[in-house]
């Protein structure tokens, strides 16, 4: 079974909810804040409350892999049934796993793609430090099944630079990431969010002094991480990628901290929403 396209899935989710994406980071401290325990059972109400306040209300959300695996096997089938429900509401599921390996492992990682998967998610993000021929396997899966891939190229954490910023050839290894996923993408395929969109695109942090990659080339979707309590704002969009740019603003703590009511957490993701819009 191959579905649409997944550039084409999510110009239509943001055309009809906007762009926004909602991290969902359950960890220790957010846990506690919310009094549901770091347990088990904690994991399922907070995963409930934000199935029931974001599902069919905005167009991505974004789980954190990590979060549901520390509870082992049970923490992920709590995962599995909620990316399930956002699914089944019409909201994307972006599974923030970081995969990267080579050859059949890599290919198994990507099977998280496959309709028919108990997890089964429209994309997830993924690692290219282990060459661009690592990602072969997941680049073929998705495009077999219409899902979609985020490469980390140019992220804001403090020391990324040390990485990102080195150079290859004439281009840096985030420039050379950047062009490397837009070669992925159909020569027709377009940066905006339209029915052309390419299914493949790259995680940029909002929270950059500047824009040190051209995303000229790319033809797909942006993941931009960091709005809210790690600094991001509305204007950081702006100042770093202008217009024309099809881009996935994420926001978690903003959102998650309004919880565990699912009123104020789906007040708090239309607050977002609404100044995305704006």
Same mark, same amino acid.
């Given at each position: ?171 840096? @290894?985030?420039?050379? !990431?950047?062009?490397? $996923?837009? #070669?992925?993408? %159909?020569?027709? /395929? &377009?940066?905006?969010?339209?029915? =052309? ?49 099809? @881009?996935?603003?994420? !926001?978690?703590?903003? $959102?998650? #901290?309004?919880? %565990?009511?699912? /009123? &104020?957490?789906?007040?708090?993701? =239309? ?8």
């Amino acid at each position: 079974m191959t579905e649409h396209p997944f550039g084409q899935r999510l110009a239509e989710a943001v055309a009809d909810r906007g762009p926004l994406c909602v991290g969902l980071d359950p960890h220790r401290e957010l846990l506690v804040d919310w009094g549901v325990g770091d347990d088990l059972d904690g994991l399922r109400r907070f995963t409930d409350a934000v199935v029931e306040a974001l599902a069919g209300s905005v167009s991505v959300v974004k789980p954190q892999m990590a979060f549901y695996e520390r509870f082992g096997s049970r923490g992920l089938a709590v995962l599995e049934e909620a990316v399930a429900a956002f699914r089944s509401a019409g909201t994307l599921v972006l599974l923030d796993a970081k995969r990267g390996d080579i050859g059949s492992t890599m290919a198994a990682y990507a099977d998280y793609l496959r309709p028919g998967h108990p997890l089964h998610v429209d994309a997830m993000t993924v690692i290219p430090y282990l060459g661009p021929e690592s990602l072969a396997p997941a680049v073929r899966t998705a495009t077999d099944v219409g899902g979609g891939l985020f490469v980390l190229a140019r992220t804001s954490n403090p020391d990324a630079a040390t990485f990102q910023h080195a150079v290859v050839g004439e281009r840096s @290894v985030a420039q050379a !990431v950047v062009d490397t $996923v837009g #070669g992925w993408n %159909p020569s027709g /395929a &377009a940066d905006g969010f339209g029915p =052309a969109l390419g299914s493949f695109g790259i995680v940029v942090g909002a929270t950059l002094p500047e824009m040190d990659v051209d995303l000229t080339a790319l033809r797909g979707p942006v993941l931009a991480p960091g709005l809210g309590a790690q600094g991001g704002t509305v204007s950081d969009l702006r100042r770093l990628f202008g217009a024309g740019t099809a @881009v996935v603003p994420t !926001v978690s703590r903003d $959102v998650l #901290g309004a919880g %565990p009511d699912p /009123a &104020a957490l789906r007040a708090a993701a =239309a607050r977002w929403a609404e100044a995305l819009a704006a």
